[in-house]
């Protein structure tokens, strides 16, 4: 059975970080693209950010860029998401996804097969 298990969600201030994991189990993990997802109250879910098999290949929603990180660990099955300088607009359930989308693609959630069940972010202002 293919699961993936986000850890790391919280409560912080404005200006502050938190680092998601995200741990995959069932299938070979090097073989699929991941991706962050987010999704606010009353909001879309949006693209966060995402990475390549290899992690040669990253890609950052505009609203992110500079602030957070993707990195993936292959040995340990396992995607990671630092988050640092949130704000109040970083405030969402964090979904982590995996999927076997091309880079073209690493935004659309429907090119992702896989659904964590969410991770709570919360920053205070």
């Known amino acids: 059975q293919v699961q993936l298990a986000e850890s790391g969600g919280g409560l912080v201030q404005a200006g502050g970080s938190l680092r998601l994991s995200c741990a995959a189990s069932?299938?070979?993990?090097?073989?699929?693209?991941m991706g962050w997802f987010r999704q606010a109250p009353g909001k879309e879910r949006e693209f966060v950010a995402a990475i390549s098999r290899s992690g040669s290949n990253i890609v950052y929603a505009d609203s992110v860029k500079g602030r957070f990180t993707i990195s993936r660990d292959n040995a340990k099955n396992t995607v990671y998401l630092q988050m640092n300088s949130l704000k109040p607009e970083d405030t969402a359930v964090y979904y982590c996804?995996?999927?076997?989308?091309?880079?073209?693609?690493?935004?659309?959630?429907?090119?992702?097969?896989?659904w964590g069940q969410g991770t709570q972010v919360t920053v205070s202002s």
């Open positions: 996804a995996e999927g076997s989308a091309p880079v073209s693609a690493f935004d659309n959630a429907r090119r992702y097969e896989v």
């Open positions: 069932g299938r070979t993990f090097s073989r699929y693209a």
